[in-house]
Structures are given as C-alpha cells and as structure tokens.
C-alpha cells in the first residue's frame, strides 16, 4: 500500500513539473549574451587567452634577465681506469696503468650589468681527486678548492643587449596585453556577424513560411474566381507558379536557418542539439561619436601605437649592432683565493691569494667593406622603417576618420530603413485587402509583398552593419562609447 501511495505522489510530481524541465523550451539570447559567450567559451577566445599567457611567460623570461642567478655546476664524479700515456720529464712517454676519479663543485651568483653590458660573479669551489692505485704510504686523497673569487667579464665598446631588450621588450608586452583586448572584440565582431546571419535567416523562415501560407490562400481564391468566371485560366496558372515558387522558397530559407545556426553554435561553443531563438536588439543606444577624440584614443590605447614605437627602437637597435659588430674586444679579470689540501677543511686555511686579468682583442684589418654594408644595411632599414611608419601612421588616422563616418551614415540607414519597413508592411497589408475585395489584381499585390519582404531584410542588414561597425569602431579605439569607458586600464591590468 506504501509503495502505491509512492508512486502516485511520484506521478503527481512529475505531472506538476514545468515543461523546461524537459528542455523544450527555446533559450533566448540577446546580441550581448552571444558576444559574452564567445568572449568566454569559444575556441577562438582560448586561442586568444593562451597567446596571451605565452607572451606573459615571455616577459617573465626577459625579466628574470636582470635579476641574480644563483647556479651549482660541477662533475659527480668522473672515474677512469686504462692505460694512459704519460709524457717523463725528458720527454719520452711511459704508458701506465691509472684508476681515479675527479669529483668538483662550484656554487656561483652571477649578476648581468645592465648599463655596461658585462657579468660579474662570486664563486667559491672545490674538488676532490682519488688514485685507487696509490702505493702504501701514499696519500691516494687530494683536495683542492677556491674559497672565494669575484670575476668580471666585460665587453668593450660592444652592442649592449641588455640595454636595448629593456627599451624594446615592455613596450612589447604592452604591446601584447592590448593586442589581446583587440582580439577580444575582434571576436565580438565575429559573433555579431554570425548572430544576424541566423537572424536574417530567422526571418527569412518566417517570411517564406507565411508567404507559402498566403500564396496557398491566394490560390484557393483564385480557383474559385475561375470557377465562376471572373478570372482567368492565366492569373490561376500564374498563382499555382507562385505557390511552386513558395515552397521552394521555404525549403531554401530552411537550408540557409540551419547553417547559420550550425555556424553559431560552433562559434560560440554551443551543443550542437541546443535550440535556442535570438531576440532582435532594435533599440539603438544614442551614440556619439567624435572623430579627433576617436583618434586620440587609438594612438593611446592601440596596440599598434604601442608597435610603432616599438619599430623605431628596433631600427635604433639593429644599428647599434652593426656598430658593435665593427670590432671584438673584452676584458676578463678574475680575483680569490685558491689552495690545496690533503682534507676538505685544509682549502680553506691560509688559501693563497689568485689574479687573473686579461683584454682580448679581435679586429677585422682587412674585411673588403663588410662592416661598411653592415653599417649600410642598418642605416637604410632604418630610414625605411621611418618612411614606412611615417605612411601607416597616416593610414591609422585615415582608418579611424573613415569609421566613425560609416558609423554616422549607418545609424541614419537604420531610422531610414525601419521606417521603410513599417511603410512597405502598411502597404502590403492595404493591398492585400484591396486584392481580397477585388479591387486590385494579383501583380500589384505580388509587388507590394516583393516590396515589404525586401524592406524586412534591408532593415535587418541595416542592424548588422550599425552593430559590427560599432564593434568595429571599439577594436580600433579600444574604447567603450556606450557605456563611456575604456576597455583596457593598464592599472587594473594583473600579471597572472
């Protein structure tokens, strides 16, 4: 008795559940949901986020650059047993039969110069050498080590690397942080495309769909003028045209809903089973838009502003390195203590004192003009590198004037064309009317319909042109107009 009891609760239950449970419902998104899905979830904005980690890893690497490097190198141990041959003090060679082993550590902290280009460490080391072979009473252990020892190494008058990445390399990661926000409305753009693709396609379904209805209505209409006699067998035969032309209609506009709507689904990472219905975003927000303020805001926040000054220094770059290259001379110098013991402990007692310093030189007498045509080549990049930016820099102000007048022009189409849209649907609805009571034959009603349907779609076209030129308009900005703020803050920017 309990278990029935059970079951009919369980059955009410169910019964009482609402119909989304089982997921019958369409979901709705608006043109913003879909461009934060994809900002989130897409392909393409993972893409984005992994080239932007990468770059982060980068400039990491170039900063752990200028920092201290604490190492510990050494061999653990390198044994030998054979039979080598040794050179005797009068210069013949005696072949002896050896078994030994080498075993040395060296614990440095090296530091990179930043303003000079050179290294200098500090090293302490020591080793330890065994001879199996060693006769009785001989110590077969020997020890020998380096305390402490301080060492430069410094290139004169050279290209200094060090000195040029930490110009050049911010301004890349600068440069990579805001390629990414770039991106991100990059895909924006994308996702606005692909969302009034499948609205067009949305309503063209609807369009052949009621057509198809229409025409069949229309059809029966005209069979039943004809049979009476108060129209001919040309009208109806023209009418059953259009029916046939409505059905293949339908089934077009039913091919290009579901591409467009697989398209957008993968785009946006969306199951390929989900249903869902978009909703038409006709409420255009009272946007203005200044154009010396619009440029403005591309030469600051851009990364391509970021890159032209990258570019400068990196032809800068190149000839201070064919400056470098013209001669090699460096300066090594070396100063501690070493000394060698029969104990580890004895190293470090009474060490004797060690100095090392040498200047090596290498200069080309006779190269036949190859450190002129290096010179050459980096001179003349670098005037090409000027000219070059000198025009993109014009055709960036170009690129952002011309936008921000397209934006201008497209959000007066948009008033136009829903004005036109409401006029040609008044129209068709009177004469379809006028066509019903006879008063109007079957071309102009075909005209009025030809008219309201192209005036539908134009109006929707005209939403997807203001929509991706305003998306455009923000990735070349990197500026938020409607909601009047930026979109990449350096300050609020955090390093992962």
Known sequence: MNKRI????????????????????????????IIARAKSVSPAAKGAQTRKENLYWQYRLFKSNYNPQLSLSGTLPNYQQSVTAVTQPDGTIEYREVEQSLVDLELGLEQRITATGGTISVNSS????????????????????????????????????LKWDKKIEPLRYEESKKSYV????????????????????????????????????????????????????????QVELQVLQADQDLASAILDLESSALALKSFIGLNESAEFELVLPDEIPDIAVDVDQAIDLAFENRADAVAFERRRLEADEQVAQAKGNRFNMNLNASYGYNNAADNLSGIYQNPNQQAIVN??????VLDWGRNKARMGIATANKENVTFTLQQEIITFEQEIFTQVKNFEQLRDRIVISEKADEVAAKRYEISRQRYLSGKVDITNLNIAQTEKDSNKRSYISALREYWAAYYQLRQLTLYDFENDQLLYIPDVEVEN
Request: aromatic share 12%; proline share 3%.
């Open 6 to 33: 059970a079951l009919l609760v369980f059955a009410l239950a169910v019964l009482n559940l609402p119909q989304e449970t089982f997921g019958q419902d369409k979901i709705r998104y608006t043109l913003q949901d």
């Open 126 to 161: 020591s080793s330890r050498f065994d001879n199996y072979l060693a006769q009785d009473g001989e110590n077969g252990i020997r020890w020998s080590g380096v305390p402490v020892n301080v060492r430069l190494s410094q290139p004169i008058f050279a290209y200094n690397q």
């Open 182 to 237: 770039e991106e991100m409305e990059q895909i924006s753009q994308r996702a606005t495309q692909l969302f009034f693709n499948y609205l067009l396609a949305q309503v063209s379904f609807d369009i052949a769909n009621q057509n198809k209805t229409n025409t069949e209505g229309i059809y029966k209409i005209e069979q039943g003028r004809y049979n009476i006699g108060t129209t001919t067998e040309d009208q109806l035969l």
């Open 359 to 364: 200047l090596s030189v290498r200069v080309p």
